[in-house]
Every structure is written in C-alpha cells, then in structure tokens.
C-alpha cells in the first residue's frame, strides 16, 4: 500500500499540469483589451497581445466584442488572435460595455443581442471560442445615480447579470462582471444579492494611489495592501452560502504608471490565502500601447 501511494505521488509529479503547478495557476491574471478592430488592423498585433500575456503572467484577456465585429473578414482575425491566445493557455473571454444596460427594456435587450452574437461566433467558430463573457456595466455613471449610498440601480442591474449568465452556462461559458467599491458599501441583504448572482467579478479598485501624489513605492504598496483587504473583507461580511462569487481586483495603468506589475504582486501576496480571492486584472493593454507609442 505505501509503495502504491509513493508510485501515485510520483506519477502525480510527474503529469504536466498537476501537483508540480505554481502558485500562479490557481489565480485569474486578466487584462482589458479595448478597441479590437483597430488591435487586429495592426501587423503582428495578435503576437504583441500574446507575448505581452506571457511577460506578465496572464491567463485571461477580455477582448472587446461589439457589432462592428461581426463582419467575416474581423471574425476570421478575431478567430485567428483567439487560436493564438489558447496556444498560450490563455483563456479569451468577450468583453461587453455599457452604461445602462441595467434598464430592463431596449438597454437591456441591446446587451443580450450582444450576447447572441458571442453565442453566434462560438457555434461559428466551434473550434476557437470564446471561453466566457466579461461584463462591464456602470449604471453608477449615469448622474441619478451618483452619491454615496445610491444603489436603487442594483435589482435591475443583477437581473441583468443573471440574464447573461444563463444564456452564458446554456453555452459553457464562464461570466465575470466589474464593479465599483460604491457596490460595497450595500447593505448585507443587497451585498448578498450581489454576490451570489455571478460566479466570478472583479472589483476596479482605481485612485489609491496617483504618480503625482509624492508618495513613495512603499507607501502606495501599504496603502493597497491596507485597502485590498478592507474591500474584500467588506464584500464578504454577514454574508452566507456556498454560490458566493470569488472577487478579483482590478488595477489600472494610471494610478501606477510602470510599478504597475509590482502593485498586482502586492495584491496576490496580501489575498493569496483568502479563499474567496479569484485574482487580478490590469487595465489596459490599450494604456499599455499607448506608452509605448
């Protein structure tokens, strides 16, 4: 018996992808990519995309998908990009935006047209799909519903999450929506809601820190670790069940310019051990890019 179970921990060492797997593989690594037609109009564009991902260890892009994609020469190059990606095991999930697609009614029926048509590509294009659906809907911009405390939007906005996320599982695919700490600041019963409508979300956790706030490296990185923390104990306080979704933190180009990679670090490390922490995302390639211009 005790040389079955050495030979199975051998084996188990052995299989690619198995016990021998870092730290990094149980995390989401994402990045936004915006504006896809004018990323595929770009010689060697994709490749850039790719060995971006792989300097950077991340596993997920969230590649902008709207009508102006669904033409066939930009399905052939998005179909191309997502070969390119998963050959990388990175995952490609399509990212849809929108300021009021919380409103049931024409705003809520354009994003789920929108939806189809990701469900269209992928009965299409069988062999490279997209893996899941990335939501990006702030209802929170549009003026009636600024201030603190301000949540009447949330009922609508969850029946749309649940929307997308049953036509997303009818045709496997994952959904992961973005949120502003403003989502956190609800009651238990609201957060509760919030919380166990998707599997996965990502909190945009933007202006901590600023270039130009003289403060130094170490301050900001004490400063996110202080708040990451904050957040994500907030989001899950009183909360109960087991179909809560796990949180991924969202930081942004802007805030930390080059240390970017360093802040994302810095939030893995503090939330590592928090079982309800899915992981980071960056945005954006596109800020990225733009740098480099």
């Known amino acids: 018996m005790r040389i079955a179970v050495t030979l199975l921990a051998a084996l188990l060492c052995w299989v ?18 915006w504006r896809t037609p004018i990323l595929l109009d770009l010689p060697a564009r994709g490749e850039a995309l790719r060995d971006f991902c792989r300097s950077n260890q991340i596993n997920e892009v969230y590649l902008s998908f709207t009508s102006q994609n669904s033409a066939a020469p930009e399905q ?10 998963h050959k990388s095991h990175i995952r490609v999930e399509a990212l849809l935006s929108s300021a009021d697609a919380d409103e049931p009614g024409k705003h809520r029926d354009k994003l789920m047209g929108h ?18 659906i990335h939501l990006d809907i702030e209802p929170q911009q549009r003026q009636e519903n600024k ?26 695919m994952t959904v992961n929506a973005d949120i502003s700490n403003k989502f956190l600041k609800a009651d238990a019963s609201q957060r509760q809601a919030l919380m166990s409508s998707l599997p996965r979300l990502t ?17 900001q990185a004490d400063k996110l670790r202080q708040s990451s923390t904050k957040f994500m104990d907030a989001a899950y306080q009183g909360l109960k069940g087991n179909n809560l979704a796990k949180l991924a933190i969202g930081l942004r180009t802007a805030d930390y310019q080059q240390q970017l990679p360093d802040m994302l670090k810095v ?14 995302a960056w945005h954006s390639y596109n800020d990225v890019t733009e740098a480099a211009k």
Do not use: C
């Open 76 to 85: 052939q190059e998005i179909e191309k990009l997502i070969e390119l990606l």
């Open 16 to 33: 690619p992808g198995a016990a021998g797997q870092g730290q990094n593989d149980q995390f989401v690594h994402g990045v936004w990519v």
């Open 147 to 172: 201030g603190p405390g301000n949540l009447g939007f949330l009922p609508n906005l969850l029946d749309t999450y649940r929307a997308v996320l049953t036509v997303a599982e009818q045709n496997q």
């Open 267 to 280: 939030v893995q490390d503090t939330l590592s051990a928090n079982p309800h922490f899915l992981g980071w």
């Open 115 to 132: 939806v189809n048509e990701v469900v269209t590509f992928n009965r299409e294009h069988s062999h490279q799909r997209f893996d899941g």
């Open 203 to 219: 909190l945009m956790l933007y202006e901590l820190s600023s270039p130009g706030d003289g403060q130094s490296t170490a301050a």
